[in-house]
């Protein structure tokens, strides 16, 4: 484990929303439900690294991304920026963390304005936290769409989303990013919707990046084939919890939790008949505001004992610097 002060460190981070009860549940007066998107998870990210989040769709990834920019607030919880209390940000402290600390969104073709041209686009954050004049700002976004090979810029700062390929638009989103020299980014899948042609050029770019503007990623995927290229450490979630935790390689290679290797079964092999007979996970996700008491994978765990169903584990250091959050191993 890395020694030096983390850019990021969320201790017992929640983040719940309500749901809406029906009419009669007002009048019988019966307890608020809540979507329990992230409960309870503590990380930190190093100088420089690129921590991942993976995970089935819906379990809380994204959800914890945006809560960490406080984008959407946590419900409880703490969070540190560079060992500062970031919850205790606000007004123009709040404004110069986002200068920052940026995002680079999973969708180029919603995240981008259509009405907009490139260079509106990208010297937008510019203008809002009004940094240089006309001139010198015509120069940074050149500057910026070089470093993410869009060349030559002229060519591309009066075009609009919609005359871009998507490998295209999510350079764009990534320069957009990158103008205001974050030092922190969370980068919400932010491949997945591109060709698999275009996914290893946009993660070498992301990866370059890093290494010109010494960056720090938060990198969430659902992809662990993914996750094991660009990420050096990697944590699992299911139904908001962290279940395993440690080197990305580690934890794809020599998982230990019943859920990360159902995962790692899930990857297509080009031989189909390495898998005939096995059963990794069953049954559907869990509703995350009915969440089961114990461990929250049990019902689908095909290897769930009777502790599972009544005491949830809690991260524990396998090996070194591997963590996981299973009765098996207590």
Known sequence: MNSSEPVIRAVNLKKYFPVRGRIFDVIRRRPKLYVRAVDDITFDIYEREIFGLAGESGCGKTTTGKTILRLIEPTSGKLFFKGDDLLKYDGSKLKEFRRRAQIIF?????????????????EEPLRIHKIGDKNERLEMVFKVLEDVELKPPENFIYRRPHELSGGQRQRVAIARAMILNPEFIVADEPVSMLDMSIRAEILNLMLKLRDEYKLTYLFITHDLAVAKYICSRLGIMYLGKLLELGSAEKVIDEPYHPYTRA?????????????IGEIPIKGEVTSPINVPKGCRFYPRCVRAMDICKEKEPKLMEVSKGHFVACHLYA
């Open 106 to 122: 999973q969708d180029p073709y919603e995240s981008l304005n259509p009405r907009m041209n490139i260079y509106s686009i990208v």
């Open 263 to 275: 995962l790692i079964s899930a990857i297509p092999t080009p031989d189909p008949r390495e898998k």
